[in-house]
């Protein structure tokens, strides 16, 4: 997989975003974020690729925290712990709002 700087670059390309799954290959099938396969990610997934996935990461926490922030003013999330995966997969939101997203958060 190519390395990214940002979410903003990474989703530039509305193939690279995803639902349902935090990475995908190019079959569609579900991968790690990590595999060298992936090629789409949804919200969070697009995070942990970018900003390397490590519990102890400020950056990736930082940006996580910032997107959930961001979110939170767009749509009532029933539980904030999972507000960007329900951002990411709500019926409503396309590519367009995820772009919109990241470049508001500037991540």
């Known amino acids: 997989m190519k390395k990214y700087k940002t979410l903003q670059e990474l989703f530039s390309n509305p193939r690279r975003w ?33 900003y390397g996935f490590n519990l102890t990461n400020k ?11 961001f979110v939170t003013k767009r749509l009532v999330i029933a539980d904030i712990d999972n507000a960007l995966e329900e951002y990411n997969d709500h019926p409503k939101t396309t590519i367009k709002d995820i772009q919109s997203l990241v470049k508001e958060a500037n991540v």
């Open 18 to 50: 995803t639902k349902g799954s935090y990475a995908k290959n190019k079959s569609g099938d579900l991968v790690s974020v990590s595999s060298e396969q992936a090629v789409c990610f949804c919200l969070y997934g697009g995070a942990d690729a970018v």
């Open 59 to 69: 950056k990736l926490h930082m940006v996580l925290n910032k997107l959930t922030k």
